[in-house]
């Protein structure tokens, strides 16, 4: 539901006015008066100032959210100290509903933005306006944002109340019949509900303004023109319900909420809007969102090197703000940020407006240099490269690194898919809606193959965040048993697909030799995930060469640490092995843990250790054309909390078959002496090759962000010596990185 943002009614000019309130001198004896003594009409009559009031905030109800208060021009929260339940039964009442229940400290909704402009409210209950209460002052505080105060609302509404500044329940885009089966629905009549009623807005006041922020809304870029005249000719033919206002918007509102509302509108019947019709948006969605692959779509939208990307994100159209400069990529750093320069980046990215714009590495760390810093925009900028921005980031770490989320397109996505069966709404067997006998049912997926990244698109299809199990067994989730036939076959997937059927998949020609039932594909889903990010720095500063007898590397040869060449080598030769150290960082939002529970670890009896994973991380030497000439690979014999960023405890400890896992802002470091952690480079030939290490490389546990888990460094071998260096991580390298590859089946 979305609310218009509410005021005061204006002076009641039936009232005579206080000696106040009419010429400047006698205001001005009333101040002296009201500095000296009491005077009871100067009281009477102290002006409260027009505020606005709106709920807002994350994963809330219409009746809750944080409170938000528009005043000089500008949104801002209020501060928890003091607030009472007096307080909120104000906030309710001045927003429609009959009482409070609650009220909520401590950013129970998120972190607000903008000023805190009450702090220290007092309310007797009786108040017609959260204005009138005692407080500070506007502005006068010394909360934070953490301090934000939230209220719960009794659902029910006030009977038959009225604000000055209508209600608008809801706002939609009433598309013709013609374009109602076309997905996104991009063009129509904009109705606002009223009362419970759907009206249309006079378009004789409407700007290209209004029309920008209603399509950001939507998650659509910008706005476009429309021809006017079939719209003209279906007005004239229906029954016409105009809304009693013209609405005011500057652009960069985020919600037609936001706006001011504009005139008020003589409501006449018919004679209505007389020199006008009702307003019609017509909105360009983003490249990702297009309808159509026409050659038109092509020709508007060409393919270029962005230089702004989201990463970290869990949903379509969120992440950690990310800039490429002088061919590196870096962050943005959060000073300043704000709901301007988000929506900058949410447009230049092909979604509509910002809804929030995140601070504080919300969603994640990132890496690299921090490129821009106080950025400033207008609201309007093409692209964030062309707002204004401090180029000193001087004081910024990565845990300042700016994030958002954007209003992106109603796609229906997760009308095409859904999970059965499962404990609760994030996890369960996925069954599909898909044509069978020549009309749409469900059915389940096949889990031959059946993975991480197929699990992650389906996580985010539905909303639900990021995978964090992919299960090719579900005989434990009772499903939909209609929907035990298999319906989709061979899925792969990159993990960048916006939905199921965008992955390769065989099509109508489903191949499923163990079929559906107790082997139907499943996920689990999560808000947060790890980010595992290698330090290239360590790797750089470590490497170095030892020449190791064979007699003592029985225990790696065991463990397949050594070349093909080893399984002939006599026990006397030796092997010349490329030693390193690995420092592995955990930057995303959770703990990165070993899928397999203790109980299946697997024991070695040489090394005397348990594994984890059976394959961690692998290490290769590549030629300069990708080539791979000598390869190495560690398992997890042990995950364990290194050392810790000041402030977090250590979770995970090997000894005493402990718990494994790296802790969220935590690292593990492998150091350069322990078995297998080398290349074995004893067959290699002198010459310039490419040192490339890849965490995770099988997807095992799910990671927010898979681009950084893999390193890259130049490496020259002179048959006696190797020189390491220019040691870059993920796709900030100036050469191709190999991920490895999955086997494709095509459609």
């Not at 009201?34 to 505020?51: G, Y």
């Not at 929030?356 to 240099?369: M, V």
């Not at 750089?540 to 060469?545: A, F, V």
């Not at 020259?716 to 590859?741: A, K, S």
């Amino acid at each position: 539901m979305l609310l218009w943002p509410y005021s005061l009614p204006p002076p009641d000019h039936s009232v005579p006015p206080s000696p106040c309130t009419m010429l400047r001198p006698v205001a001005i004896h009333c101040l002296f008066a009201t500095l000296l003594c009491t005077w009871p009409p100067c009281h009477a009559q102290s002006a409260s100032p027009v505020i606005q009031l709106r709920l807002a905030g994350e994963k809330r109800k219409h009746y809750e959210g944080r409170v938000e208060v528009f005043y000089n021009g500008e949104w801002g929260t209020v501060c928890d100290d003091d607030f009472s339940i007096s307080a909120a039964q104000v906030v309710c009442r001045e927003l429609g509903f009959l009482d409070a229940e609650s009220w909520k400290p401590s950013a129970k909704y998120g972190k607000g933005e903008g000023p805190i402009w009450l702090d220290n409210v007092h309310c007797s209950g009786g108040e017609k306006s959260l204005a009138q209460c005692h407080s500070n002052g506007f502005g006068v505080s010394d909360c934070k944002h953490s301090e934000d105060v939230g209220v719960v609302c009794a659902q029910k509404r006030i009977p038959g109340f009225k604000f000055i500044r209508n209600q608008v329940e809801d706002v939609r885009i009433r598309a013709t019949y013609s374009q109602r089966k076309r997905i996104p629905i991009t063009e129509g009549f904009l109705e606002v509900k009223d009362g419970g009623k759907w009206r249309q807005i006079c378009n004789e006041e409407w700007t290209q303004t209004n029309s920008r922020v209603i399509c950001g809304m939507y998650g659509f870029p910008t706005e476009k023109r429309f021809n006017a005249r079939p719209y003209k000719l279906l007005a004239n033919r229906r029954k016409k319900n105009y809304w009693g206002f013209s609405v005011n918007c500057t652009g960069n509102e985020a919600d037609l909420s936001d706006c001011k509302l504009g005139t008020e509108v003589e409501l006449k019947g018919n004679s209505t809007c007389e020199q006008g019709m009702p307003v019609v948006i017509s909105c360009v969605p983003g490249r990702a969102f297009a309808p159509s692959v026409s050659a038109g779509y092509r020709k508007a939208y060409r393919v270029e090197q962005p230089l702004v990307r989201l990463r970290g994100g869990a949903m379509i159209g969120e992440g950690r703000v990310e800039v490429l400069k002088n061919g590196e990529w870096g962050t943005v750093c959060d000073d300043n940020w704000d709901r301007r320069a988000a929506s900058v980046v949410c447009r230049e990215l092909g979604f509509g407006s910002a809804k929030e714009a995140l601070t504080g590495a919300r969603l994640g760390q990132g890496l690299g240099p921090v490129h821009m810093n106080e950025v400033e925009c207008s609201g309007f900028e093409k692209s964030l490269t062309e707002c204004y921005f401090n180029r000193d980031a001087l004081g910024c770490s990565h845990e300042e690194d700016a994030a958002l989320r954007c209003n992106v397109p109603a796609m229906g996505f997760n009308k095409r898919l859904r999970l059965n069966g499962g404990r609760n709404a994030f996890e369960g067997r996925v069954e599909v809606l898909a044509e069978r006998n020549g009309s749409a049912a469900w059915g389940a997926v096949c889990s031959d193959g059946w993975g991480t990244m197929e699990a992650m698109v389906v996580c985010r299809q539905l909303g639900l965040g990021f995978a964090s199990n992919a299960f090719q067994e579900t005989w434990y989730w009772e499903g939909d048993s209609s929907a035990d036939a298999v319906l989709m076959s061979g899925v792969r997937c990159s993990g960048t697909e916006l939905t199921l059927d965008q992955c390769l998949h065989h099509g109508k020609h489903v191949q499923c030799p163990k079929g559906g039932g107790r082997f139907a594909a499943g996920v689990s889903c999560t808000q947060m995930a790890p980010d595992l990010v290698l330090s290239a720095q360590a790797v750089e500063q470590t490497t170095y060469l030892e020449d190791r007898p064979m007699y003592a590397l029985q225990c790696a040869h065991e463990e397949h640490c050594l070349s093909e060449s080893a399984d002939t080598a006599d026990s006397s030769s030796y092997r010349r092995l490329l030693r390193f150290s690995s420092q592995i960082h955990n930057n995303g939002q959770s703990d990165f843990r070993p899928r397999a529970a203790h109980h299946s670890w697997v024991w070695h009896e040489c090394h005397r250790h348990y594994h984890s994973m059976e394959v961690f991380t692998h290490y290769d030497l590549l030629s300069l054309n990708g080539t791979k000439v000598a390869e190495g690979h560690k398992a997890s014999f042990c995950l364990e909390d290194t050392h810790c960023d000041e402030g977090i405890q250590k979770k995970y400890a090997c000894a005493n078959f402990g718990s494994q896992g790296i802790t969220q802002g935590c690292w593990d470091t492998y150091r350069h002496d322990i078995d297998c952690q080398w290349i074995d480079i004893t067959d290699l030939k002198p010459g310039d090759y490419i040192f490339q290490v890849v965490i995770n490389p099988n997807y095992e546990v799910a990671e927010s962000d898979y681009t950084n888990n893999v390193m890259k460094c130049r490496s020259r071998y002179d048959g006696q010596r190797i020189w390491t260096y220019n040691c870059r991580i993920g796709e900030r390298l100036g050469f191709n990185i190999n991920v490895p590859n999955r086997k494709i089946l095509h459609r």
